[in-house]
């Protein structure tokens, strides 16, 4: 099999490996929170923002109400994320600009989010896949890149730029989404980063990386 073949082909095992894989494992209730609560990730863990998410917004639970917001509160409460000064300045000024250029709603096109302070292409590909259903490109998450690389799709480890450009070469637009949500899980699950469960890999006999050891 050529590459294109083999990433098709990893998607269909997959597919049945990780039958139940979510989309995200952010918690979000509207549009407007899964903006946020992508912004609030970076360089975080997905259960930190889940745990910090409800008590945010509750207190700032539109894009009005959060555009108004004091930058010293919303920074208390995000601190356990990092970078909270900055990341609070980012929720803020997006929130701000959502009201005043998009009357409060989020768009749907890479384009215009990725013109909010704090959004990078993966957290729009993210706002979009898993909000809208839509793909403009390919989730690019530490467990994606890591796997990607490992299966031989890219040669680009940890420039998630490139790695995007090889698998949407690779890989027909329908199923963007779906690769990333799967090897979102694989990454989680089996091929982790430190110690990768080969021997029960689904995916370990067109892995060129697969090691088993030998006893």
């Known amino acids: ?24 494992y952010l918690n979000y209730q509207n549009p407007f929170e899964m903006l946020i609560v992508t912004i609030l990730s970076a360089r ?10 409800p008590i945010l917004f509750k207190k700032y639970p539109t894009p009005e109400k959060m555009s108004k917001a004091n930058l010293e509160e919303i920074g208390q409460i995000i601190r356990p994320l990092g970078a909270f000064n900055k990341k609070a300045a980012y929720i803020t000024e997006t ?19 990725i013109s909010f302070p704090g959004v990078s292409r ?6 979009l896949s898993v909000v809208f259903g839509l793909s403009e490109g390919v989730v690019m998450d530490t467990h994606v ?21 090889d698998l949407m070469e690779l890989l027909p ?10 090897i979102g899980a694989h ?11 080969c021997i029960e890999c689904s995916l370990n006999k ?4 697969a090691e088993f050891d030998e006893k």
């Open 1 to 24: 099999m050529d590459l294109s073949e083999t990433s098709v082909e990893i998607v269909k095992i997959l597919n049945k490996t990780y039958p139940d894989a979510p989309a995200t």
């Open 44 to 53: 975080a863990t997905d259960a930190g923002v889940n745990k910090i998410s």
């Open 95 to 113: 929130s701000r600009q959502l009201v005043d250029r998009f009357d409060s709603k989020v768009p749907k096109t890479m384009d215009d989010l």
């Open 122 to 127: 993966k957290t729009g590909n993210v706002v």
């Open 145 to 165: 890149m890591r796997v990607t690389v490992r299966l031989g799709l890219s040669e680009h480890d940890k420039k998630p730029e490139k790695i995007e450009r």
């Open 173 to 182: 637009n329908k199923l963007w989404n779906d690769y990333a949500k799967l």
């Open 187 to 197: 990454g989680r699950q089996t091929c982790k980063s430190r110690k990768p469960n």
């Open 206 to 209: 067109i892995c060129p990386s």
